[in-house]
Nanobody
């Protein structure tokens, strides 16, 4: 059974930084699959923040380009999101995702709160 567990969320002032981590457990060989960070604010749809694919190409939502950096360490079975110059509108629950062809795996989420 594959499990994703996020960590690293918290409360930070506007302009500050946080680094989120996502640890993958289970027998799945994660190297083949794209992994992403999503975020969600209550009452709004879940939003794709950033993706890193199996050849380490990355894509970002326009709202985070130049501020966030996604990375992965397959040997450590981990996904990361370095978030710099945080703003109050970045406040959300952040979710880690791994996408197989027929399965989507999600973590439980980690809260990020940015105070102004």
């Amino acid at each position: 059974q594959v499990q994703l567990v996020e960590s690293g969320g918290g409360l930070v002032q506007s302009g500050g930084s946080l680094k989120l981590s996502c640890a993958v457990s289970g027998s799945l060989f994660i190297n083949y699959y794209p992994m992403s960070w999503y975020r969600q604010v209550p009452g709004k749809p879940r939003e794709l923040v950033a993706t890193v694919n199996n050849v380490l190409n990355t894509t970002y939502a326009d709202s985070v380009k130049g501020r966030f950096t996604i990375s992965r360490d397959n040997a450590k079975r981990s996904l990361y999101l370095q978030m710099n110059n945080l703003a109050p509108e970045d406040t959300a629950i952040y979710y880690c995702n791994l996408r197989q062809k027929f399965n989507d795996y999600w973590g439980q989420g980690t809260q990020v709160t940015v105070s102004s």
